[in-house]
């Protein structure tokens, strides 16, 4: 479940970037790429992938147990996570190196160049919003480092997730990584 829901998060974030033409690509290798990201999330999310009538039907005992089930893989300090992806010199011209674009989100570019980017998001799906920023430093073609800020809010939740990432140039040859 953690997983899950950092991982939507992460895309969310990511996809800011995609926003509009005021992007500016980024000033960094085409390659394989390594990101490791600190994270560091307190409250608890939404639950919009339970039914209501579900919940209902819990007894106290059981939604007590399943959200401090929820809140220890949720929260609990920082968590540190190391991921590969590939940068193609397509992904770059597209604007899509950092995900693809997403209707339920509107961004706002707040600067763009080749070596820093800001963007404001706001997503809106079924119960659950979600708003934040994202920012992104190329420090030079092979580094990079960011921050995602962001609060979900829905049935009556309310989660806020730091995500500060830092990714490095490992070579050209992405091999499998996409």
């Known amino acids: 479940m953690r997983t ?52 209902a039907k819990m007894t106290p005992e059981q939604r007590a147990q399943m959200e401090a089930s929820m809140k220890n893989s949720l929260g609990g300090g920082q968590k540190t996570t190391t991921r590969k992806y590939c940068v193609t010199k397509e992904k770059l011209e597209k604007d899509t190196v950092f995900g693809e674009n997403r209707n339920e989100c509107t961004r706002t570019v707040l600067s763009s160049s080749s070596t820093a980017t800001e963007v404001k998001i706001h997503c809106q799906e079924k119960e659950m919003t979600s708003d934040g920023t994202f920012k992104f430093q190329a420090l030079s073609p092979e580094s990079v480092k960011g921050t995602v800020r962001m609060t979900m809010t829905g049935s009556g939740r309310t989660m806020h997730m730091d995500i500060d990432f830092v990714s490095k140039y490992l070579g050209a040859a992405c091999g499998d990584v996409k």
């Open 4 to 55: 899950r829901i950092l991982l939507m998060l992460i895309i969310l974030c990511s996809f800011a970037l995609r926003a509009a033409d005021k992007i500016v690509p980024p000033n960094i290798k085409i390659g394989l790429w390594e990101m490791t990201e600190t994270h560091n999330m307190s409250g608890m999310p939404p639950m919009p992938t339970i039914p209501p009538e579900a919940l």
